[in-house]
T-cell receptor, first 114, second 112 residues
Framework: AQSVTQLDSHVSVSEGTPVLLRCNYSSSYSPSLFWYVQHPNKGLQLLLKYTSAATLVKGINGFEAEFKKSETSFHLTKPSAHMSDAAEYFCVVILNTGGFKTIFGAGTRLFVKA | EAQVTQNPRYLITVTGKKLTVTCSQNMNHEYMSWYRQDPGLGLRQIYYSMNVEVTDKGDVPEGYKVSRKEKRNFPLILESPSPNQTSLYFC???????????FGSGTRLTVV
């Protein structure tokens, strides 16, 4: 069965320190992988995507993620957190099976302390 | 401005009263999809469409219907809403399967 697991429901960092949000996936098919961010009472915004090109993907606002097939992981990182990064982050898999079935992780809430 | 527009933003209704949430995109995207968001569960796909007259079930289609008669519109229909359909709903569209979505602003539905 296909699934997406975000390993932490909450992550708390201090401003200026690194951010690591972890995501593991399980898929029988070659997936497309995404990270989205949702600020409070807002819609979702695409941060970055992996679609079988470079395994290290750079996104907006200084975020990047590395696809590791051997570990079935797609962790999101940022070298230095900013207060404006406080939000909920979703790891997403689209199964390339000819359809458009999409699986979201349960989300990781990022808190940034001053 | 390229966008996905959902209406209404907020809706309170009673059990059993049919309702439709509209979704429209102005980007000529082929792919459209509906999701519901519930605390602790992330977003779950209800239905998706890969083109006009082509729709398929996501993970939680029970109690919902969709149609795709035109490329730009993808309404979500609840024929007989129940309280367990109280949720935050998002419509999204994409140019290609692996391009990433553009999301609407959401519709908060309460069924009493």
């Amino acid at each position: 069965a296909q699934s997406v697991t975000q390993l932490d429901s909450h992550v708390s960092v201090s401003e200026g320190t690194p951010v690591l949000l972890r995501c593991n996936y399980s898929s029988s098919y070659s997936p497309s992988l995404f990270w989205y961010v949702q600020h409070p009472n807002k819609g979702l915004q695409l941060l970055l995507k992996y679609t079988s090109a470079a395994t290290l993907v750079k996104g907006i606002n200084g975020f990047e993620a590395e696809f590791k097939k051997s570990e079935t992981s797609f962790h999101l990182t940022k070298p230095s957190a900013h207060m404006s990064d406080a939000a909920e982050y979703f790891c997403v898999v689209i199964l390339n099976t000819g359809g458009f079935k999409t699986i979201f992780g349960a989300g990781t809430r990022l808190f940034v302390k001053a | 401005e390229a966008q996905v527009t959902q209406n209404p933003r907020y809706l309170i209704t009673v059990t059993g009263k049919k309702l439709t949430v509209t979704c429209s995109q102005n980007m000529n995207h082929e792919y459209m999809s509906w999701y519901r968001q519930d605390p602790g569960l992330g977003l779950r796909q209800i239905y998706y469409s890969m083109n006009v007259e082509v729709t398929d079930k996501g993970d939680v289609p029970e109690g919902y219907k969709v149609s795709r008669k035109e490329k730009r519109n993808f309404p979500l229909i609840l024929e007989s809403p129940s309280p367990n359909q109280t949720s935050l709903y998002f419509c999204a569209s994409s140019e290609r399967q692996n391009y990433g979505y553009t999301f609407g602003s959401g519709t908060r539905l309460t069924v009493v």
